[in-house]
T-cell receptor, first 111, second 115 residues
Framework: DQQVKQNSPSLSVQEGRISILNCDYTNSMFDYFLWYKKYPAEGPTFLISISSIKDKNEDGRFTVFLNKSAKHLSLHIVPSQPGDSAVYFC??????????FGAGTRLTVKP | DTGVSQNPRHKITKRGQNVTFRCDPI?????LYWYRQTLGQGPEFLTYFQNEAQLEKSRLLSDRFSAERPKGSFSTLEIQRTEQGDSAMYLC?????????????FGSGTQLSVL
């Protein structure tokens, strides 16, 4: 059962433009959401998180938006840079439960 | 380097052989997780430890899989009688649980290929 879904396997944007990565979840119990970035041959690294009591969290060029009613979150990267090219995973958890990951979206930022 | 360390980075084995992977977490972290990732998928939870206690195991973890964390430090994941379907990236992660919110720090993984 895939409780966290990233329906776009890939996304390509031009350098300097906005990248928007989307994630949907089905389990209404989830109350903590994270984005991880993964480069080839490396493990995922934490990027940004948001608690369900918020609808927005910002960290530099990265902003995560949470729409609880739609069970949807998105990651905005502005401006996008070639070094942002990586696979981005959305993850969710609740309470003491294990973290569930989406299948990932491969972002390519073209110079 | 104070990150999560996994060994070996790559393992090629023949079907039916046993393999063992090692994970050294960040030293002050008391939680250690094992995940498996196959091509085109995100990491799938296998099991986790709090200190030396194994608190949860996924149904993905068949009887051929066993994990240990003696003394609450490093952990090993053993797969007995490997099958081709076991071919995947095995990721270890650790965390220092604070309150009820935690982020995981991942190692670079062990890529297993079963021929």
């Amino acid at each position: 059962d895939q409780q966290v879904k990233q329906n776009s396997p890939s996304l390509s944007v031009q350098e300097g433009r906005i990248s928007i990565l989307n994630c949907d979840y089905t389990n209404s119990m989830f109350d903590y959401f994270l984005w991880y970035k993964k480069y080839p041959a490396e493990g995922p690294t934490f990027l940004i998180s948001i608690s369900s009591i918020k609808d927005k969290n910002e960290d530099g060029r990265f902003t995560v938006f949470l729409n609880k009613s739609a069970k949807h979150l998105s990651l905005h990267i502005v401006p996008s840079q070639p070094g942002d090219s990586a696979v981005y995973f959305c993850a969710a958890s609740y309470g003491d439960g294990d973290m569930r990951f989406g299948a990932g979206t491969r972002l390519t930022v073209k110079p | 380097d104070t990150g999560v360390s996994q060994n070996p980075r790559h393992k090629i084995t023949k079907r039916g052989q046993n393999v063992t992977f090692r994970c050294d977490p960040i030293s002050e972290h008391n939680r250690l997780y094992w995940y498996r990732q196959t091509l085109g998928q995100g990491p799938e939870f296998l099991t986790y430890f709090q200190n030396e206690a194994q608190l949860e195991k996924s149904r993905l973890l068949s009887d051929r899989f066993s994990a240990e964390r003696p003394k609450g430090s490093f952990s090993t994941l053993e797969i007995q009688r490997t099958e081709q379907g076991d071919s995947a990236m095995y990721l270890c992660a650790s965390s220092q649980r604070t309150g009820i919110r935690e982020k995981l720090f991942f190692g670079s993984g062990t890529q297993l290929s079963v021929l």
